[in-house]
């Protein structure tokens, strides 16, 4: 099965204070790892951006189409420009993803519009696969300006999937980089 990557880039960075995409991790921007990630497992990469700094030589930058409306719009506008069905879904502020979880993600695939980890009672909506099967729905969503992912995860034939275990492997798996804080080890 032949996925697209789809880096989301947007967000303020109100609390970091500075462009999260362009934050050094490890001796890399926040951006080219996720590029790195994805480079492997994806046959496809387009960068969700409004931000002309944000350019990656040989990817495309999609800007969103509907502004102001959160990671929804970007993933909308990619999902629509992507050339295959499934799109592997990353929040750039999540650097710790490992190849081996997307791959899990990618089995769980079936019939379903969406695949989600779960853990602790939390749900991962940026760290998913979307299937272009959700875009007439997330359309309706962003014209009702219902832009919450949780809203829209319940309107999709979303598969949630457990990874409680994959948090004893990988336990910086899900953690966000938020804060100026969030980079200290």
């Known amino acids: ?5 789809t880096i989301l880039t ?7 204070g500075s462009d999260k995409a362009l934050l050094q991790l490890e001796g890399k921007t926040l951006l080219k790892r996720a590029v790195d990630l994805c480079s492997g497992l994806c046959e496809e990469i387009l960068i969700s951006s409004n931000n002309p700094t944000h350019r990656i030589e040989n990817l495309r930058r ?3 189409e509907v502004a102001d409306c959160g990671p929804i719009g970007g993933i909308y506008t990619c999902l629509k420009h992507s050339a295959n069905d499934w799109n592997f879904v990353l929040s750039v502020d999540a ?3 490992q ?3 997307i791959q899990f993600l990618k089995n769980k695939t ?3 519009d969406a695949i989600v980890p779960v853990h602790d009672g939390k749900k991962e909506p940026l760290i998913a696969m979307y299937h272009k099967n959700a875009l007439p729905q997330i359309e309706a969503q962003i014209k009702a300006e219902n832009y919450k992912l949780h809203f829209l995860l319940q309107e999709l034939n979303t598969n949630f999937v457990d990874a409680t275990e994959w948090l004893v492997r990988y336990p910086e798996l899900f953690r966000n980089l938020n804060a100026p804080e969030d980079l200290l080890y």
């Open 1 to 5: 099965m032949q996925i697209t990557g």
């Open 10 to 16: 947007g967000g303020q960075s109100k609390r970091m």
């Open 62 to 64: 999609i800007e969103d």
């Open 95 to 97: 650097p710790f993803v």
């Open 99 to 101: 190849p081996d979880f």
């Open 110 to 112: 079936d019939q379903f």
